[in-house]
């Protein structure tokens, strides 16, 4: 599966992003898809994680309540909403995907995007 993430930028404290992963030439309904961020230099984390019918997501600690993860089958795509960001939600995020369980440990994700910035200024 080949992904691809798009949708970030600068933005201020406060303010909202949406995060968008298209899978190329295949489709997604068979996996479960999953958002990680690394900022500079720390270890990349989990984000989000989405099951393959959208029955379950998961959340960082760090930011349930202000993202939300959903995800379209029939386009192909996952979202990562995020809204009330602050300086500490800067980094490149990345969409992820896998069969099977839905899980938050990273290496364990068997597709990844290439990664899209994200700013956010105090």
């Known amino acids: 599966v080949q992904l691809q993430a798009f949708g970030g930028g600068l933005v201020q404290a406060g303010g909202s992003l949406r995060l968008s992963c298209a899978a190329l030439?295949?489709?997604?309904?068979?996996?479960?898809m999953g958002w990680f961020r690394q900022a500079p230099g720390k270890v990349r984390e989990f984000v989000a994680a989405i099951s393959w019918n959208s029955g379950t997501t998961n959340y960082a600690d760090s930011v349930m309540g202000r993202f939300t993860i959903s995800r379209d089958n029939a386009e192909k795509t996952v979202y990562l909403q995020m809204n009330s960001l602050t300086p500490e939600d800067t980094a490149v995020y990345y969409c992820?995907?896998?069969?099977?369980?839905?899980?938050?440990?990273?290496?364990?994700?068997?597709?990844w995007g290439q990664g899209t910035q994200v700013t956010v200024s105090s």
């Open positions: 030439g295949r489709t997604l309904s068979n996996y479960v």
């Open positions: 992820a995907a896998k069969y099977g369980a839905l899980i938050t440990i990273g290496t364990l994700y068997d597709y």
